[in-house]
């Protein structure tokens, strides 16, 4: 096979996948019972129950600021061990305190966990242990040697030291920050941590070390000639690094202690960015990346120095879509990859060190029981990664063991509350599921009422009927209004695009819940109404909860209210609006409008152009959901327009004027983020940008708004003016916000103190 043309056909394929052989997945049971995802493995001396591991996600402030694990993190845990699967992972787990400057806060705090740093936090490992041991569940801790040129380089402020890496790389979050090179020595001391680290894993009674190797953090900048371009001493080739290491781990643990070893096959970055890297900076840089082939050649060795099973997929934070590949991404992304090293231990004999086969776990939006299941009978894997799915649903192994599929709770792939929410200084959630990371503030069992009320809730989006479900789960009676015929408000446009299947899915959950909820005699559904606060006040409601979303917004310039001017929502929901029109102009290049863009001209051959006011286009998206949307726009040909300002719309034809001044953003750059607003770039202000508008003239048989929206609160002031109810509360979209994870959290948080 040649490696990397299949890789460049891979990356070609994630653009209009459901026209490359991608199935659009649905919580089916087809295949159950699932035998094979629930048949036993062995990895060195360790039997795991099922063939099913919860993936490594950071457990950003799950700790104390000693690096101490908290209830919230142990709780965390013991729900997923409790919910069936068998090989849980941690976050990582740096050990390269003192020496990779990125990881310590001011104060010398941290909000990773630790396990390097006393004796004082072993308790919290030990008990993890003990928890997830109960439920059946083994459990394997991820070391890393550090973030390195993806760590944060505040460090360069309040510590006044500059980040570190393999070699004089750019920083990732600000390339104008240079990390230095560290020093054999430094490299050294990592691999006697990682090995004192493993071995108080497993004092704590842990079950197995995983290493941190892929991504682009430290480790692999040490083992990848992409970032590691040392051309003297120890360290200079490669897989010295990632060898010693294991051996030290070995070492020190013994031959029956289980070592897991995370991995890219490839950075896919000349796949991704072709002739980019040859002139963009810092891409230039890493041009020389490690091969498949090479890579295969490395893991080889990896476990003729003592690693027992690996998960492979691919990418960097350079080009993040594919590391965590979000919402727009197929499922089963990477199963190809994952066969590829499968097949290569397989023709070349490779065995572990206790003689037994090379597990290889697939990774990549296998949250589907059908598709996991068929990807382990096709053996392209020998076990199957599930992140985001166990956050959204806990419960996911045991409902799928039971064949309950149709109850689990889909991840939408929205990445806004597990990895967004702690970009911006939180700490891991989920935006389906408002228990996630709350375990130890909200039982299993939703409480019941000490006072039973009769509830009205208005609106049968996300958030009503999450908090419909809470609040017959108390013990109330309540009545679900819905002005239009079908259930799920803004969902439903949302979940249009191919790109949205998951979304399209958790529409389905919930329209599911409410069937459950319609055999309760508490409860009543009633669609088509719109109901008022006179009504609501003649009902005599104990409680009323006002969850009627939002409304669509209109910028106020000539031509607006023409008869070719449409909002987004309504062309997602009626395509044929726009069907014959040639040249469409989408104002707005928030999420909504690129995503807009995206499905007008993969789906429906549009000659798409999107105008945004903001420097940014999808600016607050995570960086992985921007970086996929934007890639594949700019491979169609899709003219992005930042800084730019609508004027005037015309019967065929919209005037905009363009700010070209040389420091407006390039709108396609993916291989570096969007800073939070509280983190100021000191450089940025010897880069403002200044006015140099133009006047431009774009042809549009077609304008499509995406101007935002504003939240549709006018029923909660009515209610509350007229004292229509004794409680009256607004929540969801129309007290603040837009995106799921709010209207869910604000719901669940609500119903459960009614």
Known sequence: MNYEEKLKELHASYGDWWNKGYETPK???????????FSPIQVNSLTLKNRLIMAPMGNISMCDETGRPNAKMLKYFEERARGGVGLITTGLIPVSYGIDTSIIELGN??????????????????????????HGANIFIQLTPGLGRVGNPQCLTNQL????????NPNWYMKDVPCLRLSDISLSRIIKKIGQGAADA???NLDGVYLHGHEGYLLEQVTNPAFNRRKLGRFANYETFGIEMVKEIRKRVGPNYPIMYRIDLSLALNATYGSKMDFVKPLNKFKHERTIAQSLAYMKKLVEAGVDMFDVDLGCYDNWWLPHPPASMPAGCFLDIANIAKKYFSDNHILSNKGLEIPVAAVGKLGYPDVAEKALRDGKCDMVMLGRPLLADPDWCNKAYAGRVSEIRPCIGCQEACFNEFVEGGHPQCAVNPRTAFEEEYPREVPKASVLKKVAVIGAGPAGIVAAETLIARGHTVDLYEKNAQLGGNLIPGSQAKIKFDFANYLEYLRGTVERLKQNERFHLYLETEVTAEVLKEKGYDSIVVATGTKQCKPPVEGIDGKNVVF???????????KDAKNIVVIGGGVVGAETAYFLTYEHDKNVKVVEMDKYIMNHAFTANRGHIIHYLEQRGVELLNCTKLKKVGEKSVVVSQNLNKNVPDPYLTWSPILPENVVNPLDMLRPIKEECVERTLDADMVVLATGVKSANELYFTCVREKAASEVFNIGDSFKGARVFEAVRSAYRKAVSI
């Not at 941290?110 to 041991?133: E, K, N, Q």
């Not at 030291?161 to 004089?168: E, G, I, Q, V």
């Not at 987004?568 to 726009?578: F, G, K």
Request: aromatic share 12%; charged share 20%.
């Open 27 to 37: 919580m089916t049971a087809d295949l159950y019972p699932y035998d094979t995802m």
């Open 109 to 134: 705090l941290t909000y990773f966990p630790r396990i390097d740093r006393s004796r004082t936090v072993f308790a919290g490992w030990r008990d993890l242990a003990g928890m997830c041991h109960a």
């Open 161 to 168: 030291k500059l980040p570190r890496s393999a070699s004089f």
């Open 202 to 204: 497993k004092a704590c």
């Open 568 to 578: 987004a929502i309504d062309v997602l929901n009626n395509p044929s609006l726009v």
